[in-house]
């Protein structure tokens, strides 16, 4: 299939028409994560050597209390082995700690050593800067739409 368009709107780099897949959301989902990733790499991953799990755990742990891996598990859709092998790399590097609870001793809460409070301070103010970075390009209220959008569609993961 030829096309005369060559507007950025219907053309991909490498000059391929994409027209098709501009009607399917997680066609636009996969585009929008390719300068989110890149971004992401370049101010999280390779300056604090956080993925994008390790981050959102940290934001997570600093945000609540009484946090176990189940919770973690459930919120962030990873299977419990996973979750596991994550906080085991986090508690190698002595970002968080696992704590028994007092009242059931099978339970055990997750919370940051000083060394993660230290890192996720540090962390928060350059991810402030790479969410700038990300969407200077939107107005406040594109950004709020946005936002608000994106979490009508998650929203429906708990359904």
């Given at each position: 299939?030829?096309?005369?368009?060559?507007s950025?709107?219907?053309t991909?780099?490498?000059h391929?028409?994409?027209?098709r897949?501009t009607?399917?959301l997680?066609?636009h989902?996969?585009q929008?994560?390719?300068?989110?990733?890149?971004?992401?790499?370049?101010?999280?991953t390779?300056?604090?050597n956080?993925?994008?799990?390790?981050?959102?755990?940290?934001?997570?742990?600093?945000?609540?209390?009484?946090?176990?891996?189940?919770?973690?598990?459930r919120?962030?859709n990873?299977p419990?082995?996973?979750?596991?092998?994550i906080?085991?790399?986090l508690?190698?590097?002595e970002?968080?700690?696992?704590?028994?609870?007092?009242?059931?001793?099978?339970?055990q809460?997750?919370q940051?050593?000083?060394?993660g409070?230290k890192?996720?301070?540090?962390?928060?103010?350059?991810a402030?800067?790479?969410e700038h970075?990300l969407?200077?390009?939107?107005?406040?209220?594109?950004?709020?739409?946005?936002?608000?959008?994106?979490?009508?569609?998650?929203?429906?993961?708990?359904?």
């Amino acid at each position: 299939m030829t096309t005369s368009a060559h507007s950025p709107e219907l053309t991909l780099p490498g000059h391929l028409d994409h027209r098709r897949l501009t009607t399917l959301l997680g066609y636009h989902l996969a585009q929008a994560t390719v300068p989110t990733n890149n971004v992401f790499k370049s101010h999280i991953t390779e300056t604090f050597n956080l993925n994008k799990l390790e981050f959102t755990i940290l934001m997570l742990l600093v945000a609540n209390e009484e946090v176990t891996p189940k919770r973690l598990s459930r919120a962030m859709n990873v299977p419990a082995s996973n979750m596991t092998l994550i906080v085991d790399r986090l508690e190698n590097r002595e970002l968080v700690e696992r704590l028994r609870s007092e009242e059931d001793r099978r339970v055990q809460y997750l919370q940051l050593t000083r060394k993660g409070i230290k890192l996720t301070r540090e962390v928060v103010a350059v991810a402030d800067t790479m969410e700038h970075d990300l969407l200077s390009h939107l107005t406040k209220a594109e950004q709020a739409i946005l936002f608000e959008l994106l979490k009508k569609i998650a929203i429906h993961r708990m359904a």
